[in-house]
């Protein structure tokens, strides 16, 4: 239930039942060149945006991309620094293993 007193069901149903779904909001496709501009664009203001940030501008001018578009496109732009924004994200984890159980395992 939502704040308002009416279940999520009614309200996506009431949104495709009016032609309010999601297939019809998504702007008009941008990829290739134009969309390496719009990234170029806005990395100049901030370096270390990402795939949703940028998703949400593109958006919000009435355009849409993929965020597997933008992840690819990212990644061609600067190779480095897609992997090293990825390894800063999801840290590898640090086992702790107790003295005893090493040579367990180790044996």
């Given at each position: 239930?939502?704040?308002?007193?009416?279940?999520?069901?009614?309200?996506?149903?009431?949104?495709?039942?009016?032609?309010?779904?999601?297939?019809?909001?998504?702007?008009?496709?941008?990829?290739?060149t134009e969309l390496?501009?719009?990234?170029?664009?806005?990395?100049?203001?901030?370096?270390?945006?990402?795939?949703?940030?940028?998703?949400?501008?593109?958006?919000?001018?009435?355009?849409?991309?993929?965020?597997?578009d933008i992840g690819?496109?990212?990644?061609?732009?600067?190779?480095?620094g897609a992997i090293?924004?990825?390894?800063?994200?999801?840290?590898?984890?640090?086992?702790?293993?107790?003295?005893?159980?090493?040579?367990?395992?180790?044996?």
């Amino acid at each position: 239930m939502c704040e308002i007193g009416v279940s999520i069901s009614t309200i996506w149903r009431l949104r495709l039942k009016y032609g309010m779904g999601k297939q019809e909001n998504k702007g008009r496709p941008v990829g290739g060149t134009e969309l390496m501009a719009f990234i170029e664009d806005m990395q100049r203001t901030s370096p270390s945006i990402g795939i949703r940030m940028i998703e949400g501008t593109i958006s919000a001018r009435g355009l849409y991309a993929s965020r597997s578009d933008i992840g690819d496109m990212l990644i061609q732009m600067n190779p480095v620094g897609a992997i090293l924004r990825w390894n800063e994200q999801n840290p590898r984890i640090k086992y702790c293993v107790a003295g005893i159980y090493i040579i367990v395992l180790v044996s």
